[in-house]
C-alpha cells in the first residue's frame, strides 16, 4: 500500500517562508510526476507546482517566483518551499504522486498566512 505524507505546514504571518515535505512509501516515485495541490475553503483543489522525474518544474502562475519544488529520489521525498507568503496561500496543501493513469494523495498539511 503506498503512504503518501506531508508535513511542514503551520501558521506564519504575511511574508514568512514555510516549507512542506512530502514522503511516498515506494520506490517507483523516483520515476514519477510529483505535484502539490491547496484547496481552499470553499474552492476547488488547485495544482500550485510539478516536477518530473527528471527535474522539469511547472509553477502556478501566481506562486511563480515564490515557491520552488524540488525533490530527493533517494528518500522519495518532493519538498515545496514557499517565500513571500500572502494571505490568499492560505489552504490545505495536498502531495500527489503519479503512477501510471493512478494518482496516490497525502493527507493534507494546512498552511495559514496572517495578513
Known amino acids: 500500500q503506498v503512504q503518501v505524507v506531508e508535513s511542514g505546514g503551520g501558521l506564519v504571518q504575511a511574508g514568512g517562508s514555510l516549507r512542506l515535505s512530502c514522503k511516498v512509501s515506494?520506490?517507483?516515485?523516483?520515476?514519477?510526476?510529483m505535484g502539490w495541490f491547496r484547496q481552499a475553503p470553499g474552492k476547488q483543489r488547485e495544482l500550485v507546482a510539478t516536477?518530473?522525474?527528471?527535474?522539469?518544474?511547472n509553477y502556478k502562475d501566481s506562486v511563480s517566483g515564490r515557491f520552488t519544488i524540488s525533490r530527493d529520489n533517494a528518500f522519495n521525498t518532493v519538498y515545496l518551499q514557499m517565500n513571500s507568503l500572502k494571505p490568499e496561500d492560505t489552504a490545505t496543501y495536498y502531495c500527489?504522486?503519479?503512477?501510471?493513469?493512478?494518482?496516490?494523495w497525502g493527507q493534507g498539511t494546512q498552511v495559514t498566512v496572517s495578513s
Open positions: 515506494a520506490s517507483f516515485v523516483r520515476f514519477s510526476t
Open positions: 516536477i518530473t522525474s527528471g527535474g522539469s518544474t
Open positions: 500527489n504522486v503519479q503512477y501510471g493513469s493512478t494518482g496516490f
